[in-house]
């Protein structure tokens, strides 16, 4: 699965918008986002669709489909908990 092409990305531009508003997050490359010095989420495409790998979980990547508005919206739910989570010190699962 390759990463996400500039044409990929233009797909997702509401969400990539509402990602680059969230506090912690730092795009370092179009599409791939870090916090401090982790990588944190990046997207792929292949024949299947668009996916999302993001760490929210607090250990390896998790794969999410984005090709709809609520694959996009579930994702962004997820990676702010997982932000929320971090900086209020809870621990992960």
Known sequence: MKHASPEALAELSALLEQLRALP???ERKPGIFYRGSTAFLHFHEDPAGLFADAKVNGAG???WPVDTAAQ???LLRAVR?????KAS????K
């Open 24 to 26: 912690g997050l730092i």
């Open 61 to 63: 990547f998790a794969r």
């Open 72 to 74: 996009q919206q579930s």
């Open 81 to 85: 908990l997982s932000m929320t989570r």
């Open 89 to 92: 010190g809870t621990p992960q």
